[in-house]
């Protein structure tokens, strides 16, 4: 281990940088942390289409292969 993880001013000097908040003094910043945060939402879910799309073809292919029953 470190010195600075024995003695805990690394982790203080870090808490110190996360805990700064400020608050929200206009519309437009307030508008530009939603935008940030609504990109990285959309970003986690980049090529979803391409899976969904995928899933719907094997969901129809699974169905196709069921047996029918003749009445």
Same mark, same amino acid.
């Given at each position: 281990?470190?010195?600075?993880?024995?003695?805990? +001013?690394?982790? +203080?000097?870090?808490?110190? =940088? !996360?805990? +700064? @908040? !400020?608050?929200?003094?206009? =519309? !437009?910043?307030?508008?530009?942390?939603?935008? $940030? &945060?609504? *990109? &990285?939402?959309?970003?986690?879910?980049?090529? @979803?289409?391409?899976?969904?799309?995928? *899933?719907?073809?094997?969901? $129809? @292919? !699974?169905?196709? =292969? &069921?047996? &029918?029953?003749?009445?």
């Amino acid at each position: 281990m470190s010195e600075e993880l024995i003695n805990g +001013t690394e982790s +203080t000097e870090s808490n110190h =940088q !996360e805990n +700064t @908040f !400020e608050p929200i003094r206009s =519309q !437009e910043d307030l508008d530009k942390i939603i935008g $940030a &945060r609504v *990109a &990285r939402e959309r970003k986690k879910y980049e090529g @979803f289409e391409v899976y969904k799309e995928k *899933a719907e073809k094997y969901d $129809a @292919f !699974e169905e196709s =292969q &069921r047996p &029918r029953c003749k009445s």
